[in-house]
């Protein structure tokens, strides 16, 4: 398995590029060979030339941090573009990379360019080529003795199989660490990384830009010119995502392992029967320590849930979660729920089975974002607040609803046992927890008349 990925091609990149040049089994499909001995120097002066151009828009090819390659798209006009590739490191020949390389420049091409319209040549001799290129959808358009002409409408274009959906609001701090993690995940197949960025007031979009900049192949960045808040974030960085499948990882989580993609669609592409699967993380603090206490209690073997098991708490941690896109766009009352994770999940499970698997391949950061930095008092009541919005607009079994309102039940004994004795007026989140349960009650039927 490798992890492929393009970025922009600098003139250093000539000190190992110059070298392929000179190699007639590299020239044997790919145009003519120099008639000379190329060096370092000449190739440098060539990439800087190129790199001028306008109209051209050149990449390195990346296997596993490693350049082995270029692709490019040249004579870039009236929403055309011809297009180029060749691996020149021979150990990555055969491999598949050059089919996840070109997705990338081809979504680069469709998303950020805004382009219609691909076309390549290539030899009748270079099957291989032709059938990379075929499966990304690419159609012969004519064919000689010479040369195979190829095209393709980018609306064309297939979707990646699998979507990574990412909310970021003044994550700055994190965000870092959580790009790279999705970033160095080795698969078999295309994915993209959906991005909705609300407004922060850090330096979270200049980081997602930056990004974008270095990795142009992998990045759809839903940039609101105004803070919509998480509901209305969360519901349009849903509708943008477009893989099969999809995985979640919020700006100030990370994964801790580069096959944690592969190993869970592989899961769901052999068993049509389960909807979703989720994994084990580690609970780290703001700092990045790992915390020795558990947000729900974490099984040591893999293990199969239903949705019946899932109505009696939400025990899915969000960035360990892929699930099949089920369903086109996120239902409208979930705008009006408090926490957008367990519902989707929810309705996840109705549509199949879930499976766990105990190995822990994420880190979930406690003590950041809108969710985990409540009281836990308010957690309790925006808990029943959603499971009340869940009874009423889900169409459930009788014992998935059983199982929902008695989790309520206890989400009230839980409320009024962890009321403290003493009051803290000056500090409001002290207060908070010093509220008396008619108080906490009340909030919680106010929030429960105004939707329903």
Not at 57 to 74: H, M, P, S
Not at 424 to 449: C, F, G, H, N, V
């Amino acid at each position: 398995m490798y992890n492929v990925l393009i970025r922009p091609l600098v003139i250093q990149d000539a000190l190992t590029s110059y070298q392929w040049r000179n190699d007639n089994e590299v020239w044997k499909y790919t145009g003519s060979r120099p008639n000379i001995d190329i060096t370092a120097e000449i190739e440098s002066s060539w990439i800087e030339k190129v790199l001028q151009d306008i109209s051209s828009k050149r990449f390195a090819i990346l296997c596993n941090t490693q350049y082995i390659g270029n692709i490019q798209l040249t004579n870039i006009k009236e929403k055309t573009t011809e297009f180029h590739i060749f691996i020149g490191n021979k150990d990555f020949w055969g491999k598949g990379i050059s089919q996840l390389a070109t997705y990338q420049i081809l979504y680069y091409a469709k998303e950020i360019l805004k382009l219609d319209e691909v076309y390549l040549t290539v030899r009748p001799e270079n099957k291989a080529a032709v059938k990379s290129y075929q499966n990304n959808n690419f159609s012969i358009i004519q064919e000689t003795e010479e040369f195979i002409k190829m095209s393709l409408k980018l609306s064309e274009l297939s979707p990646p199989t699998l979507s990574i959906f990412v909310m970021v609001y003044n994550h700055g701090i994190y965000l870092k660490e959580c790009l790279d993690s999705l970033l160095m995940q080795k698969t078999a197949f295309n994915y993209d990384i959906v991005i909705g960025e609300d407004c922060s007031t850090d330096h979270s979009r200049e980081i997602l830009l930056n990004y974008q900049k270095l990795y142009p192949g992998k990045f759809k960045l839903l940039l609101h010119d105004k803070n919509i808040g998480a509901a209305n974030n969360q519901e349009q960085t849903y509708k943008n995502c477009t893989g099969k499948y999809i995985a979640v990882c919020e700006g100030d989580d990370y994964w801790t392992d580069p096959l944690k993609l592969q190993k869970q669609v592989d899961f769901l592409e052999g068993n049509n029967d389960y909807s979703m699967c989720f994994h084990n993380v580690e609970k780290i603090d703001i700092e990045g320590k790992i915390l020795d206490i558990p947000i729900t209690e974490s099984e040591t073997a893999e293990k199969t849930y239903t949705i019946e098991d899932l109505a009696e708490g939400n025990f899915i941690h969000t960035a360990s979660v892929i699930f099949r896109k089920n369903f086109e766009a996120l239902p409208p009352w979930i705008i009006s729920s408090p926490a957008g994770d367990y519902p989707i999940h929810m309705i996840n499970a109705s549509y199949g089975l879930i499976k766990y698997f105990p190995e822990k391949m994420g880190a979930y950061r406690i003590g950041q974002g809108i969710w985990s930095s409540q009281t836990k008092q308010i957690q309790y009541i925006n808990t029943i607040f959603v499971i009340k919005l869940m009874i009423a607009n889900l169409s459930l079994n009788e014992q998935v609803v059983k199982n929902l309102n008695e989790q309520i039940q206890r989400l009230i004994l839980y409320i009024r046992d962890t009321l403290p004795v003493s009051n803290y007026p000056q500090d409001p989140e002290k207060a908070a927890y010093s509220l008396s349960i008619k108080k906490l009650i009340t909030i919680l039927l106010k929030k429960i008349r105004y939707s329903f």
